[in-house]
């Protein structure tokens, strides 16, 4: 009996092991995608910012080519004020010289604004770039790891469902549904050990008699309060 509560607790270490590996199934995608979108987050950071750049750039040429445009036109008026002949003429030049002037002074206003604009993107995108490459550098060697993980994660599950297969050939078909049934039922484990008189999964005293009877193993114990499977693993005197 003491073979097959040994085959029982392998079993277990078996199905602990394949449990981490099912939650290693969600929790590493999980982890690599956290990484990786925290590098395109930054990554479309940059794009935006090179596109403002790119964009304030453009806007600024054009607004030049305007006040040069303006300023030859204002120079071509103010050489005709000088021949002008007639009140009414005199009022519309004005008029004209007036409009760029204020065309021009609200053109240099926005290229200032521009300016700006194109400074702080500048910055930006400096600090963006430096904290991509800080992330892609940091991040490396877990991603590497957790990647090389991932990749090795369905042969280990084959390997351990192989295992599992020729171990539980070597156990009694009644013991098997009983130790599935109650770790169905716990959600963990189905044996366990005893810890300081106690059942080592609900902590509830064992009468020392029991005890002595489950040190010789002839038989399989439950924990009449949890129903776990126990056993005694000489760990404790
Ligand atoms: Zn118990």
């Known amino acids: 009996m003491q073979d097959v509560l040994n085959l029982l607790l392998e079993l277990q270490i078996i199905d602990e092991d394949m449990g981490e590996l099912d939650r290693s199934k969600v929790y590493l995608p999980e982890m690599i995608a956290n ?9 479309t950071e940059i794009a935006e910012n090179e596109q403002k750049l790119l964009d304030a750039r453009k806007r600024q040429k054009e ?9 030859e036109e204002l120079s071509k008026y103010q050489k005709q004020m000088k021949v002008i002949k007639t009140n009414k003429e005199y009022d519309a030049l004005v008029a004209e010289i007036d409009s760029r002037k204020q065309r021009i002074s609200d053109n240099e206003d926005e290229i200032l604004k521009l300016m700006g604009i194109i400074d702080e993107c500048t910055e930006k995108l400096s600090e963006l770039k430096t904290k991509l490459d800080e992330t892609r550098e940091t991040t490396k060697t877990h991603l590497e790891n957790l990647n090389a993980e991932m990749s090795t994660l369905e042969s280990k599950i084959n390997n351990k469902i192989k295992q599992r297969d020729n171990l539980v050939k070597n156990i009694d078909r009644r013991v098997l549904s009983m130790y599935e049934r109650i770790r169905k039922g716990k959600g963990s484990m189905a044996v366990v050990p005893i810890r300081k008189r106690s059942c080592g999964g609900c902590y509830k005293q064992i009468p020392p008699q029991l005890i002595q009877e489950i040190r010789r193993g002839d038989k399989i114990y439950t924990c009449d309060s949890c129903g776990r499977i126990l056993i005694w693993t000489n760990e404790e005197e």
């Open 63 to 71: 607004i030049e080519i305007d006040i040069e445009t303006d300023k």
């Open 35 to 43: 990484i990786n979108n925290e590098i395109i987050a930054l990554e």
